[in-house]
């Protein structure tokens, strides 16, 4: 698991992202506090974050009392890390969240509320598929 340390822009509504470091976890993760919300998360990160019982405090302490802009989430994305075009994929074998995923470096994109959404409708892993 490679961090991304360059700054970056949301891909959905263009404001610079910032840098959240989630000890338990070890690596940092993007949120894009000054826009909409929404959280990048580079390859392999997300084994790490979407169970209820992992640790995502540093996520829900740096969105409280924000208010987001609404985006779009069904525009079309580039990647803000290798700049190619992102694909929409289902996060959860209910369908019933979709995410922007780059196919190119494995980083995965949730518009605000997705990672916890997705993390609220399985306990792990193995429900999950």
């Not at 890390?81 to 074998?93: E, F």
């Not at 019933?96 to 605000?112: A, L, S």
Request: aromatic share 8%.
């Amino acid at each position: 698991m490679a961090d991304n340390y360059e700054f970056i822009k949301c891909p959905a509504c263009g404001k610079i992202m910032k840098k959240v470091f989630l000890e338990n976890q070890g690596f940092i993760v993007d949120i894009c506090l000054d826009g909409c919300g929404g959280i990048w998360l580079d390859t392999r990160e997300l084994k790490k974050l979407d169970e209820k019982s992992e640790d995502i405090t540093p996520i829900s302490e740096a969105k409280k009392g924000k208010e987001f802009i609404k985006v779009d989430t069904t525009m079309d994305r580039d990647c803000p890390v290798c700049h190619k075009p992102m694909v929409k994929n289902h996060v959860s074998a209910k369908q019933e969240i979709t995410i922007d995923e780059c196919y190119t470096c494995g980083g995965k994109f949730f518009d605000h509320s997705e990672l916890e959404a997705m993390r609220k409708q399985y306990n792990s892993d193995d429900e999950r598929t």
